[in-house]
């Protein structure tokens, strides 16, 4: 009979939860929904200089966050020393260990068999090393406190750990922990060592690379399937063409025979497009729910409290971004006061005095007929306009476009027109065209690579343009 499957994340809470770290979580977790096992946590936190509470918090929130929920009590390794010292005990009482006093007191040494230890390795196939080479293993510090290695083996035993998987950075410990197994004839667990993650230079996933932990990712907008879909895809595939997975989709597929050897690479550009995948995926009102919870989370300042105007711009960003985020830097023109210009806009579509004079009597027009409640209305309008001026309408939609949003990309026009409101859109347009010269004076400055941020938006409005809300007028919401 096969045994139960039973399985463990074990992060060390020295740090907050990395790529890396979920992705063993993810596999963890997928083995066992695959085999209808468990998924346990444990905290090592035996490490006392490095271990922090605050830590073991953020990882047991970020893991529930992600949905990588464990099925029994986490158990925390600190609550367990008198077992870890009792097993030494006992290796000691056998001659199989032994007490060394050191200069900060006296620790538990474990007698390194000189044999080859072998195991069957369920990614890379058999691993052999020669444990003569090891020197023997501290297993309890002068502290008092076991070594990873120890409480890792004694809890892996007691938890009836029945696979250990992961990360490739841990195959060299494996034939140690093993023969700490033999030592007290318990039977080992099997292995999986997880393929690392390099990033897309091919050096090891580092700070170097940007964002690693998970708080940088949410921050970023990411939706936790998408991550855990990227995360599935750095070392396992599913044998077909598809990539778009939902949790459990995969956790019906997955197996360890289908995780690579070869080490993964971490492509930001893929984990956006998947993501941007599964934000398509969402119905409106999720999309809209979760994009709120977002924007109150991580930009309370950003957005003016006007929820009506919110519930309406939100849906209109649903197949437009890949990342929460992204609504932030898109949509931000809906909810300020002074909008800044994209400087390759202005260039592009304010083209000499013509554009200015259409402008001038396209804003003519939009305030005397203009009805703002009716997309479809604005766009005859603009048509017919576009007609009586002598222009194709393209040549008025643009730089209106880039008049009330300072983009050249926005959803559709007349609904944002509509979306905007009367007054906000005539006091853009006005402003452009009465300032009409000095954009293409700080365009040019600002294209010859005068600018500060040299990204493709400014963050503030065009250092020699006046307020937009001039001469003491406010712009309303
Ligand atoms: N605490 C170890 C780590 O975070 C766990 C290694 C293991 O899974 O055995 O790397």
């Avoid at 492509?267 to 977002?294: G, M, P, Q, V």
Wanted: with cysteine; net charge negative.
């Amino acid at each position: 009979m096969i045994p139960p499957i039973r399985v463990r994340f074990a992060p060390s809470p020295t740090g907050s939860l990395h790529i890396g770290g979920i992705r063993t979580a993810l596999f963890n977790y997928l083995f066992a929904k695959h085999y209808a096992g468990t998924f346990l946590v444990r905290i090592e936190d035996t490490d006392r200089e490095r271990s922090e509470k605050r830590f073991e918090i953020e990882i047991l929130e970020s893991l529930k966050w992600l949905g990588l929920v464990w099925d029994e009590y986490p158990i925390r390794q600190s609550e367990r020393l008198p077992f870890y010292r009792d097993a030494a005990a006992r290796l000691v009482s056998a001659g199989l260990a032994y007490e060394e006093e050191g200069p900060a007191g006296k620790a538990v040494k474990f007698k390194m068999p000189e044999t080859k230890i072998k195991f069957p390795d369920m990614v890379s196939g058999p691993i052999e090393f020669d444990a003569s080479l090891f020197d023997d293993l501290v297993i309890i510090k002068s502290d008092g406190f076991p070594t990873y290695h120890f409480a890792c083996v004694i809890d892996d035993h007691e938890m009836n750990i029945s696979h250990v998987i992961r990360g490739a950075d841990h195959i060299s410990n494996t034939p140690r922990q093993i023969a700490i197994y033999e030592a007290f004839g318990w039977k080992a667990p099997e292995f999986a060592h997880l393929p690392l993650v390099f990033g897309i230079d091919g050096t090891l996933l580092s700070k170097r690379h940007g964002a690693v932990s998970l708080a940088e990712y949410r921050k970023e907008g990411y939706l936790p399937v998408g991550i855990l879909n990227y995360l599935a895809l750095l070392g396992w595939a599913s044998g077909g063409s598809q990539e778009l997975f939902t949790l459990q989709e995969i956790a019906n597929l997955f197996s360890l025979e289908h995780v690579s050897q070869a080490n993964a690479r971490f492509d930001t550009e893929k984990l956006k497009w998947l993501n941007s995948e599964h934000i398509r995926k969402l119905s409106n009102d999720d999309f809209c729910a979760r994009l709120k919870t977002y924007l109150q989370e991580y930009e309370p300042d950003g957005l003016r409290s006007d929820d009506g105007r919110l519930n309406k711009v939100m849906p209109l960003y649903k197949e437009r971004i890949r990342t929460f985020r992204e609504f932030m830097e898109q949509a931000c023109f809906f909810f300020q006061d002074e909008i800044s210009y994209d400087p390759k806009a202005v260039q592009q579509h304010f083209k000499g005095e013509e554009t200015r004079k259409m402008l001038e009597e396209w804003t003519k027009i939009l305030e005397r007929d203009g009805n703002f409640e009716d997309p479809a209305l604005l766009e005859a309008l603009l048509r017919s306009s576009a007609e009586k001026l002598g222009v194709k309408a393209g040549l008025l939609i643009h730089p209106t476009r880039v008049a009330i949003s300072g983009r050249s990309a926005t959803p559709g026009l007349f609904e944002t027109m509509v979306i905007l409101g009367q007054n906000l859109v005539l006091k853009r347009l006005r402003y452009v065209v009465e300032y009409y010269d000095n954009f293409s004076e700080n365009t040019s400055s600002l294209l010859r690579g005068e600018d500060t941020g040299g990204g493709e938006m400014s963050d503030s409005p065009q250092p020699d343009l006046p307020p937009q809300g001039g001469k003491g007028t406010e712009i309303g919401l």
